[in-house]
């Protein structure tokens, strides 16, 4: 039973693995029978574009788009961003607050020449100082080290190899 089964088997394969034998001129057909599929398709596109056709625009109306474009894209002037009346009160409060230091703190009254007070004032306004540890010297080499580590990388990423 097991070979009857094998010899069925093997002929099923053999008849499948048969070529069909075709006409000579199969694949002309074929083809032709493509091209006229085409020629219905392009014949049904043009009847539906030519029912449905654009309009034509009428002469002047590119000069009129343009036009309209031309009109509705005036240039606008130049327009800063602090315009110069802000520019005048900012530097009217700096001159009030420069007047008032000068005139209204008279905390110094042991000054001979009034200049002289006056740039005390304006020396006292304009100094601090800094926390201990930005005046190390320890604080100040570390600096140089980094920036000067940063400064090499930078140039060593950058640097054109030559090949």
Known sequence: MMEDNKKRLDKFIKDGMAVENTSFDFSNKIMQN???????????????????TLEQPSMGFSSAVLDEIHALSTAKAYQPVISKKVWYIIFSLVFLIICYILFYMDDLQTSTFIVDAYLIKLERLFTFELPDILSSPIFALSMFALSTLLFLDYFLKNRKTIV
């Open 34 to 52: 493509i091209n006229a599929t085409e020629k219905a398709k392009d014949r049904a596109l043009g009847s539906l574009l030519q029912k449905h």
